[in-house]
């Protein structure tokens, strides 16, 4: 219930989770130094063979933009109904989106994966044009995209709302097609892919065995 927030209670153990959205313009900022601030020289190419099995198909860039609505819809719905939930999402992006900053920054990488032109002229072909003049090609392993949807069904799979069986389904379909969708809309390497597994499992383990320990810590206060 945030209707008693006040700017003097922010520092109340029920409100300090809020403090947690302060990451996004943080790593919002270095993220964009990194794609435009010169922060980087030089890249290493991603490339492998199943890349050039899989065609451009513009009906992906659906489910690709769609991550952007699934990032948001879970951040919003958590903070405002499902705060364990909220925490649960906020400190897996930290971990996740920080250690593949880090990754960004020793190991700098690029990809040519991108059509030069495409063989239909319609909206989604245009849009792909257009977001391709917006995103740069660099700083594209680990997937962020992949990372991010994880975090999402991580959340909702331990939420009170969407652990639920079928909606665990749900979200894990969801999570599977927008990684998929990263690679027909030649935006990553089968590499990306690949590589945001362990960042994601390691994320995943880390906030799982803190939130242990602070169980055992709260039943052995009582």
């Known amino acids: 219930n945030y209707r008693s927030l006040r700017f003097s209670t922010l520092t109340e153990p029920r409100y ?3 403090f947690l959205l302060l990451f996004w313009p943080i790593f919002g900022l270095i993220f964009d ?25 513009e009906w992906f860039l659906i489910p690709y933009l769609f991550w952007f609505v699934y990032l948001v819809g879970m951040l919003v719905y958590t903070f405002f109904y499902d705060v364990p939930a909220f925490r649960r999402y906020m400190y897996f992006v930290i971990l996740s989106y920080t250690a593949t900053a880090v990754i960004y920054l020793i ?6 994966l ?10 989604l072909t245009r849009w792909m044009a257009a977001f391709y003049a917006y995103d740069t090609n660099t ?9 991010g949807s994880v975090a999402v069904s991580f959340s909702a799979w331990n939420s009170r709302r969407f652990g639920r069986p079928g909606w665990r389904a749900g979200f894990g379909v ?16 089968a590499l990306d892919v690949l590589w945001a597994m362990p ?10 065995l803190a939130e242990r320990k602070e169980r055992k810590r709260l039943h052995g206060a009582e």
């Open 16 to 18: 300090r989770h809020i």
């Open 33 to 57: 130094l990194m794609e435009t601030g010169g922060l980087q020289s030089s890249y290493h190419l991603v490339h492998c063979a199943l890349d050039d099995w899989i065609p451009f198909c």
């Open 107 to 112: 190991y700098p990488t690029a990809q040519e």
């Open 114 to 123: 991108r059509p030069q032109s495409f063989a239909h002229d319609n909206l």
């Open 139 to 147: 700083n594209v392993c680990p997937s962020l995209h992949v990372i």
């Open 174 to 189: 969801v999570t599977a097609l927008i990684s998929i969708s990263t690679l027909f809309v030649k935006q990553h390497s």
């Open 199 to 208: 960042v994601c499992a390691a994320a995943i383990a880390v906030v799982l």
